[in-house]
């Protein structure tokens, strides 16, 4: 994630979006990139080290030409399995926060896609271990009805999450004025947001 200044996300999101508007006709912008923490990375490459110093070791050392191959296939295997693959998991899920929308993306061959209007969301929650307080990061819920998206080890996760919350409050608010200019039922979408897709309605869309 872009590091940033000290200052609050809440004020970050007022400096972006402005007071907020009395419609949904504000365009949409992209409040916060990220994935999650890069701690995830360190034992596959610590992995991929050992791989390798193992393998300049033994392989070309054995007796016979069948073993060398034989280790040095063993090493390749290993080290895809246990070192590239994690790494390239990590690059395919991206979150994405905009000013109405959260949005994952997820998967290297096959991508996936899922978003939650944040104006269906009505609760955020947040749950540190002793490890992420540690390096500042934490898991993240919002929850939507019954169901729930989880944001997993999110690094800056209190910024983050201080985000959310004030976007949740917003988008609720333009959501009931929108309702009651236009005399929509309560639970109806608002202009603007009809026909996009999240992630706990029946026919929300995944690719």
């Known amino acids: 994630m872009p590091s940033r200044t000290p200052h609050s996300m809440t004020a970050e999101v007022e400096s972006l979006l402005g007071p907020a508007p009395a419609s949904l006709a504000q365009p949409e912008v992209v409040v916060l990139r990220f994935r999650r923490h890069g701690i995830r990375l360190?034992?596959?490459?610590?992995v991929l080290v050992a791989i390798a110093a193992a393998a300049g070791y033994w392989v070309g050392a054995l007796p016979a030409i069948w073993m060398n191959l034989l280790a040095g296939a063993g090493a390749i295997l290993l080290g895809l399995g246990l070192g590239v693959v994690p790494v390239l998991g990590w690059l395919a899920r991206r979150t994405t926060v905009t000013s109405r929308r959260v949005i994952v993306r997820r998967g290297l061959l096959a991508r996936h896609r899922?978003?939650?209007?944040?104006?269906?969301?009505?609760?955020?929650?947040?749950?540190?271990?002793?490890?992420?307080?540690?390096?500042?990061?934490?898991?993240?819920?919002?929850?939507?009805?019954?169901?729930?998206?989880?944001?997993?080890?999110?690094?800056g996760a209190e910024r983050v999450g201080d985000a959310l919350q004030e976007l949740m409050e917003r988008n609720y608010e333009h959501a009931t004025r929108a309702q009651l200019q236009y005399g929509g039922a309560p639970g109806s979408q608002a202009p603007g947001q009809a026909g996009r897709p999240s992630a706990g309605d029946p026919g929300a869309r995944f690719w």
């Open 42 to 46: 360190v034992p596959p490459l610590v």
């Open 114 to 155: 899922s978003e939650l209007a944040l104006s269906r969301v009505r609760e955020v929650r947040s749950r540190r271990g002793l490890g992420q307080r540690m390096r500042g990061s934490g898991d993240i819920e919002l929850l939507h009805g019954a169901e729930s998206l989880r944001l997993e080890d999110v690094p």
